[in-house]
């Protein structure tokens, strides 16, 4: 589903932001990616929404390696991805519908089925009366969660995760993991960059701990720092 091999990104010349990395990750899994500040985590994310162009070796996501997407093929290929970020990236000068009705126009898909799509998204989030609310008149954690009913209205393939839970208190980061994990036993392959110790603690999911541009360790069911 995403295969890394031996892939390595410097920002500039000879220093190396992800430095030969390879990454096998399947169908149907949930993996936390962790590891200090700058060890690379929203490198590895960002190329795999090939936002970034790997500085050497290749990446293969759904078949695809992303090497020989042509720019004309790139809109398409993310389609396949939702993306959710730790400042929610709402629109705030369009209401919660229109804010999952645009994004769904941005890849055409037919106002017939928009129509449909939009209500079960925000059913699934718990945010169905809300469907008129600015991004503003809603908490943090309802705005994430307009943000993962955003990610999930296409029913992507796979769901990458930029620390999703940076700016939100210890209730709303368990419920917006929760979605994520729904989402998951739906069978969407689920990526979430956190620092959240307690939840990556607590959940034992596979987790891949970055150090320095390298992953340091892989285990299933693992735990933050690897502490058993
Ligand atoms: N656009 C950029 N230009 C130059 N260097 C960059 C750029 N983005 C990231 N870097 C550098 O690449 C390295 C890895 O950064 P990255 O953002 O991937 O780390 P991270 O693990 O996501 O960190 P954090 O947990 O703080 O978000 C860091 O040394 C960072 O300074």
Do not use: C
């Not at 629109?91 to 919660?96: A, E, P, Q, S, V």
């Not at 969407?188 to 390298?214: C, S």
Request: proline residues 4%; without cysteine.
């Amino acid at each position: 589903m995403i295969e890394l091999n031996e892939v390595t990104k410097e920002y500039s010349k000879g220093v190396a932001a992800l430095n030969g990395v390879t990454l096998k990750i399947e169908q149907g899994e949930f993996v936390f990616i962790v590891g200090d500040s700058g060890s690379g985590k929203s490198t590895l994310i960002r190329l795999i929404m090939k936002e970034l162009e790997p500085t050497s070796g290749t990446i293969v996501v759904n078949g695809q390696n992303l090497e020989r997407l042509k720019h004309k093929q790139i809109p398409m290929y993310r389609r396949g991805l939702g993306v959710v970020f730790q400042d929610f990236r709402l629109l705030k000068d369009r209401n919660i519908y229109e804010n999952i009705a645009f994004a769904q126009r941005v890849v055409e898909t037919s106002p017939r089925i928009i129509k449909k799509k939009v209500p079960a998204a925000l059913s699934l989030v718990g945010l169905a009366q809300k469907y008129k609310s600015y991004p503003k008149e809603l908490s943090g954690g309802e705005q994430q969660r307009v943000a993962i009913a955003r990610a999930i209205v296409n029913e992507p393939a796979i769901l990458l995760a930029d620390e999703p839970t940076g700016n939100l208190d210890p209730t709303n980061s368990w419920e917006i993991m929760k979605l994520l994990e729904e989402a998951n036993e739906r069978g969407t392959t689920v990526l979430v960059v956190t620092h959240n110790q307690e939840i990556v603690n607590e959940m034992r999911k596979r987790v891949v701990t970055m150090k320095k541009g390298v992953i340091v360790s892989d285990e299933q069911k693992g735990g933050y720092n690897n502490e058993d």
